[in-house]
């Protein structure tokens, strides 16, 4: 019933029964994109029953001296919006707290918007979050979403934003059991590609057993938005902020575990990728991505639970990691250049580039692989790839790809114009180990795979039982 509930009722009619419920209370405060959710409340009617209080301080001396200075000094951040939902649910509380009923449940809704700027190409994203009681005298909970806005025009874009408040506030009391369920309802009434949702938290005593990075991952599969980033911290990270004037250095893999010859391609491509003018540690970030889709784009459902695991063992390692849906490199390299106009370079290996000749690979490609291509090798993107053993133990390298006869002066052009760089592996041994074999060896407990995987990997399969691994009863 639930669920039904989900696509049924529309942003008036959750507007108006909440507006109809006197235990619900709150304030909405709304920055940078009028106050379209206050007004979707006062449209449905009866939001005096609701609403404490709407505020729009779009004067920054006036924001400051209301929310006070974030240390990012940015208006439009996630610590803005902790700071408006925190100081306004306090504000409520302080002020009704004794003269309402004991069985109200008080909330404070915020939302910073930089919508679109009459005469600019500035970034149109916003922060919104709730700062809610789940259930009456309830220490309060957050859930922080970021959303980035894809409609032309700043009243399309206001006006998306409405209906998303809504549906937060609406989701925060109904569905604050099912996550999963709330993330699903949050676009309802808003049409497809108007919006993404890029990141969402949720923090509180009623979230406390919930995973972030494995709730995160359902923005995917739920098709809010293409793909999730973690910083080695483990914290979710919005991709501007990743990505914003930096160049970027990516491997894809499965990393199902990470070994030790994922590290040295990644190693290795960096090496490489560091001798490009102006690219320096200081201002690259590195990425190991993982795709939920396999070569013919097929979703392979994995477990969330899989996914983290994966995503625990390379962050503690130093990695940024991306979980995407995107199953052609191209793809992904117009992902990357959304957020940052510098270098971008892609670690593959040889049957990753074998796979990119395969004219096969681009079935529904319009133009085919000449288009493919074409979006891939664009504006500063090199690959960087490493090379192989074939079965007489010879180590082949990307210089003598065999490609189909009449690929062969395209495949001739990137190589002549720097668009491919060979890379060398550090140590021959490398190419002995398979993340297919260390996987299988987990469930026989400790042995030889340890020395397949960095040391610390080893250690943290042992220590948390990651991918099967069982330890051997004494």
């Known amino acids: 019933m639930e669920h039904k509930d ?39 009617g009866a939001a005096a029953g609701t609403i404490a209080k709407t505020m729009s301080a779009y004067d920054m001396k006036f924001s400051d001296a209301i929310y006070g200075v974030q240390n990012d000094g940015r ?6 919006v902790k700071a408006m939902m925190e100081q306004e649910l306090d504000l409520v509380l302080e002020r009704v707290k004794d003269v309402r009923s004991k069985s109200s449940r ?20 916003a922060w919104c979050g709730i700062r809610v009681q789940m259930y009456p005298g309830a220490e309060p909970s957050n859930i922080k979403v970021h959303v980035r806005m894809r409609d032309d025009n700043a009243e399309a874009q206001q ?6 408040g809504v549906n937060l506030i609406y989701a925060a009391y109904y ?13 309802d009434g808003i049409e497809a590609d108007r919006i993404e949702i890029d ?6 005593p009623y979230f406390e057993d919930l995973d972030n990075r494995a709730i995160n991952l359902h923005l995917i599969r739920s098709w809010k938005t293409r793909a999730i980033m973690f910083r080695p911290d483990g914290s979710i990270c919005v991709p501007a902020e990743m990505l914003y004037k930096k160049n970027v250095i990516t491997i894809r893999g499965s990393f199902r575990p990470v070994t030790n010859l994922n590290i040295d391609m990644i190693e290795q491509g960096k090496k490489a990728f560091f001798k490009q003018q102006g690219v320096t540690d200081e201002n690259t970030v590195a990425i190991a991505e993982i795709s939920l889709n396999d070569a013919k784009g097929n979703d392979n459902h994995v477990p969330e639970e899989d996914l983290v695991q994966r995503v625990q063992l390379l962050n503690s390692l130093g990695y940024n990691v991306m979980i995407s849906d995107y199953t052609r490199y191209f793809s992904l390299r117009a992902y990357f250049r959304q957020y940052t106009k510098m270098e971008i370079g892609i670690v593959v290996g040889m049957k990753n580039l074998k796979q990119i000749f395969d004219e096969d690979s681009y079935r529904g490609v319009p133009g085919g692989i000449m288009e493919g291509l074409g979006k ?25 790809l065999k490609v189909a006869e009449h690929l062969r002066f395209l495949y001739r052009h990137l190589l002549e114009n720097n668009f491919l760089t060979g890379l060398e592996a550090s140590n021959l041994a490398l190419f002995e180990i398979y993340s297919r074999d260390v996987l299988k060896s987990l469930k026989a407990g400790r042995g030889d795979w340890e020395e397949m995987v960095p040391k610390l990997v080893a250690e943290k399969i042992v ?12």
């Open 6 to 44: 989900v696509s049924s009722r529309s942003t008036s009619q959750k507007a108006l029964r909440l507006n109809l419920d006197d235990k619900k209370y709150g304030t909405i405060v709304e920055i940078g994109a009028g106050q379209e959710v206050a007004r979707q409340f006062f449209l449905a």
């Open 75 to 80: 208006y439009v951040s996630k610590s803005r």
């Open 106 to 125: 008080y909330f404070a809704y915020a939302a910073t918007v930089a919508a679109k700027s009459f005469g600019r190409q500035n970034e149109c994203h």
């Open 159 to 164: 006006h998306a934003l409405g209906i998303l």
């Open 175 to 187: 569905y604050f059991e099912n996550p999963k369920m709330m993330i699903d309802s949050l676009t």
């Open 199 to 204: 990141s969402i938290e949720f923090i509180g």
């Open 376 to 400: 891939l090798f664009e504006d500063d993107t090199r690959m960087f790839i490493y090379p192989e053993i074939n079965l007489e133990n010879e180590v082949r390298d990307f210089s003598n």
């Open 463 to 474: 220590e948390h039982g990651f991918f099967g691994f069982k330890k051997k009863r004494a």
